[in-house]
């Protein structure tokens, strides 16, 4: 079956949460993503499970090789960096950083002048250092501060929602060249910028291990919207 099962992916997520399974059952019966690349297809029907937009599917703009190098970056122990709270109660494990809600982010950010979300990049980078996973499905303003900084990122997961900001931002984010997952259009939001991470942990995931269970509070916010270097696309 390859390096990454997605059978023995879903069968996981049997296990380790029957609704998960039951919906990805259901999405499985709707559209057929079994062309795209293992790892790529993870990403995709976890998100579309995550949002119920099957648009994804032509929306999200990724590399295999970019995704299979952060599943094997989260499997030696980087770590996840969270814009935002929301991002941070889907992502669990004690790698997990977020600063959006700390004191000292938001003294950095009154001396120096900076959005809060700019601050709190700062202060991750410094915790995590190279290699991290950065998952940004909140503040469009954090994906200018992670591009504007030598943060030399495993890969970037870029999905805030907006018309205007967030359009930008990820469009930046596909014309910088970092390793990066992000969308087309202006959906997005953390539930589905946790469901990409959340993939690719499931992925990273030794074989003799338990599957992670899915949040047990759902997180909510904005659903959103992307190639093998291409484009998904379903069928």
Known sequence: MGRYDVGRYAEGETAADGQAAEEMRALRSRIDLSGLPPVTRMVTERIIVSSAEFSYANELVCSEPWLEAAVGALAAGASVVADGP???????????????????????????????????????????????????????????????????????????????????????????????????????????????????????????????????????????AGDSSSRSGGR
């Open 86 to 224: 929301m991002v941070a109660a889907g992502i669990p494990g004690e790698l997990t950083i977020c600063k959006a809600g700390e004191s000292l982010t938001e003294r950095l950010a009154r001396t120096a002048g900076i959005p809060r979300a700019a601050a709190a990049v700062r202060l991750a980078f410094g915790e995590a250092g190279p290699g991290a996973v950065w998952v940004v499905g909140c503040e469009p303003v954090a994906i200018y501060e992670i591009l504007s900084r030598s943060v030399e990122p495993s890969l970037v997961i870029g999905l805030p929602a907006g018309f205007v900001a967030a359009v930008g931002a990820k469009q930046a984010l596909r014309d910088s060249g970092l390793p990066a997952l992000t969308n087309i259009a202006e959906k997005g939001g953390p539930a589905v910028a946790v469901a990409a991470c959340q993939a690719l942990l499931a992925a990273a995931r030794p074989a003799d291990q338990p599957a992670m269970s899915w949040p047990d509070k759902p997180v909510t916010g904005w659903m959103g």
